[in-house]
Every structure is written in C-alpha cells, then in structure tokens.
Nanobody, 115 residues
C-alpha cells in the first residue's frame, strides 16, 4: 500500500507560480516512478511530469521550461514547481505512484487560474 497526499493548490493569477507537494508514505521501496498529472474540467487526465530511477525526469511538451518536478527523499515528498501559469493550467493536479504491478493516486489538489 502507498498513500499520496497532495497540497499546495489554490487560486493563482495567470503568469504566476505555485509549488505543489505530494507526501508519500507506505511501501515506498516498490515505487519506481512518481508523477504529477492534471485534469481540466471536461477533459481527460494528462501526464505533466514524472521522476523515476536515478531522478530521471520527463515533462509534457506543454510545460517544458516552466514546470520542474523534484523530490526530497529524506522527507518522502515530491514537488511540482509551476511557473508562468497560463489559463490552460486550470485543473485538478494529481500525484501518482507507479509500482511493478499496481499504481496509486492521490485525492488531487485544485489549481484555479484567475485573470
């Protein structure tokens, strides 16, 4: 079992920044990647960024150069630093853990953009 709890969401102005956190607990030895996804109203859930073995990172093209995923292994927290947010960033942001035979999702944190 793995538990994921997101925090840090909230209203932010277009062009602003926000740092999201995901606290990870449980059987972390079996996790081989952690990632952030987002789901905008009426749309599917899409991958935003992931961090895997050796801290290898991957990003969606739409956020490259503006978002950064990182982790603090001592605190078991995964972060998503978001910068230069545009209106399309309005979504619920979810933390996700990938294990060999299963995966887990957090409950999500809302990021509404305001003009």
């Amino acid at each position: 079992q793995v538990q994921l709890v997101e925090s840090g969401g909230g209203s932010v102005n277009v062009g602003g920044s926000l740092k999201l956190s995901c606290a990870v607990s449980g059987d972390m030895s079996r996790i081989y990647s952690l990632s952030w996804h987002r789901q905008a109203p009426g749309k599917q859930r899409d991958l935003v960024a992931s961090i895997g073995i050796g801290d290898r990172t991957q990003y969606a093209d739409s956020v490259k150069g503006r978002f950064t995923i990182s982790r603090d292994s001592a605190k078991n927290i995964v972060y998503l630093q978001t910068n230069k947010l545009n209106p399309e960033a309005t979504a619920v942001y979810y933390c996700h853990a990938e294990l060999s035979l299963t995966n887990y999702w957090g409950q999500g944190t809302q990021v509404p953009l305001s003009a």
